[in-house]
């Protein structure tokens, strides 16, 4: 049997005509539009609008509309954010052809409409020579084995839009208000309704066969779509809490902003190490994912030694090979395949994989010259005054241990040398996220016994194994499957193991560490704290008690007085701290990091206003 997910097996044994009408070949993917559009795409790279093909919401479903859409100088040029939009990473989804046909859940509307992607706060795009279907900003088509596939790649979640008056501000690297559960599960939802509804499946199967249209080739596809149903329930009910694979209904959004994305990574590849998933149940390996963070921003990131919001990846290394293993595990997380062989050994050189190696890199190199955005022209004047005293409060040890310097370096964002120290501190934040990672250990199937490090004589991955063995060994291995290869002796030193807590240390008193950062650009990544539970910088420099327990998610209109965004809009599902039942919420505690609270309400101004300028 076929199974859609992968790229490394072989098509299904029939007529080339076959395969093609079934989204493995290019009949429907060049149309007379695209190929105008690759005609001309040399004129038009030297000619890119400013706006990036940006999609101007004149019409929102929050009632978020804009008149115009407008970037700011990161140092990219419009070409430069279009490849960072739309290069392929081997993110594999679903076949291409079959998500431009695809239906809403309960309504003809494609499911690709700009106002249904509105909906989950991801950022529609109009056409483009790289994206001739006009699909939102980090949805890519990717060529496997034999067909296309849609992916996403981390611009989807890490690009920004921020709303003041009637203007959208794009940021590049900011991390984006998307839904990803929601988007997923409605998804998943449209492909069962799909199967289940005659006059969907009737529709879907006339635009994907054309002219191939036949019994046997609707019952073929009909046959696939139902294994890529099970493929996307399976990955839902391994990463989102409270998932029903048999609902067919839309889904609510209401989860903005945040992601468990770690938990999720981490999922995936113990999941792929079952030696016989065909008979078990798609959770048998898996942690809840119930440690959603809000989604870093990305200026910066090479040039940090180590990055995540647990300090487990790594960047640099000769031939940035532990940039490299960072950007293959978030690929590996959303939805690039790989397979690990019933029996690896040492004569077993790598996994296969849908990775694009040459595109991580390229993108890497790219993101290494975006620059972090200054607060716009057009927004309301910094008063420099108090960003002056502002300045000095932030090199003040306010509490009479540590100033906001000691962990937020003060670095110039344009300085093609900078580099960044990751400081790793315990603040007492919510646990949730180190917990899930550090604190797991489940079967490790198929990669029992094998070295982690592919290094003979080296440590072995035990049968009960923690996350980050299995997630050393899954990354280092597709790595090494890639034609090219890669430095052993570097890989021997890649590894996802950050740094835990000491027991009975008076820091241990405060939770895990997480990684600090500088804090340029800061104005246009809210909401704040790793998990996003504080929603504006004038909130994050108040004591736990007096931050807001409640506040509307998924806004993009912004309040620059207290530097995040509106935190109580209409028709906006909202940020909880506490159940009705005044429980805790698990990963949603806002409590920590209690910097700056001994201020009086003019120097908390002065400090934002100097935080602003940053």
């Not at 509309?65 to 990161?74: A, F, I, K, N, W």
């Not at 879907?204 to 054309?210: C, E, P, Q």
């Not at 590849?269 to 809840?288: M, N, Q």
């Amino acid at each position: 049997m076929l199974d859609p997910r992968t790229s490394n097996r072989p098509p299904m044994s029939s007529s080339r005509t076959t395969r093609e009408a079934f989204g493995m070949s290019s009949i429907r993917c060049i149309s007379v539009t695209t190929l105008m559009l690759i005609g001309t795409c040399s004129a038009y790279a030297a000619d890119l609008p400013q706006t990036r093909n940006a999609y101007v919401a004149t019409q929102d479903p929050f009632g978020e509309s804009v008149t115009q859409v407008v970037y700011l100088d990161q140092n990219w040029s419009p070409k430069e954010s279009l490849e960072f939009y739309f290069t392929s990473q081997g993110s594999q989804l679903i076949p291409y052809e079959w998500f431009l046909a695809l239906e809403q859940p309960g309504a003809t509307t494609p499911f690709r409409d700009n106002q249904n992607i509105l909906k989950y706060r991801y950022l529609p795009q109009n056409q483009g020579p790289m994206n001739p279907d006009g699909l939102p900003v980090g949805f890519v088509a990717g060529q496997g084995v034999g067909r296309r596939w849609l992916g996403m790649s981390c611009a989807a979640c890490h690009t920004a839009e921020i709303r003041l008056g009637t203007t959208g501000y794009r940021v590049d690297g900011a991390p984006a208000q998307a839904d990803a559960q929601a988007f997923l599960s409605d998804l998943s939802a449209a492909l069962r309704q799909t199967l289940d509804d005659p006059a969907k499946f009737d529709r879907f199967a006339t635009n994907i066969l054309v002219n191939q249209d036949s019994p046997a080739n609707r019952a073929e596809l009909r046959r696939l779509v139902e294994s890529s149903a099970k493929t996307r329930s399976g990955y839902n009910q391994r990463n989102f809490p409270g998932f029903d694979p048999a609902r067919t209904e839309a889904t609510e959004p209401t989860r903005f902003g945040r992601l468990d994305a770690v938990d999720a990574i981490v999922n995936e590849v113990y999941w792929h190490a079952v030696k016989a998933p065909e008979s078990s149940p798609p959770t048998v390996v898996s942690k809840t994912a119930d440690a959603p963070v809000s989604y870093p921003f990305l200026w910066d990131t090479p040039q940090h030694d180590r990055v995540q919001w647990l300090g487990i990846a790594k960047s640099g290394g000769l031939l940035d090979i532990f940039s490299l293993s960072r950007n293959v595990g978030e690929v590996l997380g959303v939805f690039g395949d790989f397979t690990i062989p019933n029996e690896p050994s040492l004569l077993t050189f790598g996994y296969p994989s849908s990775v694009k190696f040459s595109g991580l890199e390229d993108l890497e190199d790219q993101v290494k010259n975006l620059w972090s955005p200054l607060w716009p022209e057009d927004f309301p004047k910094i008063d420099q005054t108090a960003a002056a005293k502002g300045a000095k409060l932030y090199r003040t040890k306010l509490d009479g241990i540590s100033a906001c310097i000691d962990c937020h370096a003060v670095i110039n964002r344009t300085n093609p040398h900078r580099s960044v120290k990751a400081i790793m501190k315990a603040t007492g934040t919510d646990s949730r996220t180190a917990d899930n990672f550090f604190n797991t250990r489940r079967s490790s199937g198929k990669l029992a016994g094998a070295n982690v490090n592919f290094v003979p004589f080296t440590a072995k991955v035990p049968p009960d194994a923690d996350a980050d063995t299995m997630l050393t060994n899954v990354t280092i291995g597709v790595i090494l499957g890639r034609t090219t290869g890669a430095p052993p002796d570097e890989l021997s030193r890649v590894d996802f193991q950050g740094e835990r807590l000491p027991a009975f240390t008076l820091e241990a008193n405060l939770g895990p560490k997480y990684k600090a950062r500088p804090l340029n650009g800061i104005w246009a990544t809210a909401p704040y704290l790793h998990n996003g539970s504080v929603p504006n910088l004038d909130a994050l420099l108040r004591t736990t008690p007096e931050r807001p327990k409640s506040f509307s998610i998924g806004v993009r209109s912004f309040d620059p007085v207290r530097v995040g965004y509106l935190t109580e809009v209409a028709g906006f599902p909202h940020f909880e701290v506490f159940n009705p039942d005044g429980t805790p919420i698990v990963g949603n505690s806002n409590a920590g990091h209690e910097f700056g609270v001994q201020l009086d309400d003019e120097q908390r101004r002065q400090l934002i206003e100097y935080l602003k300028s940053l």
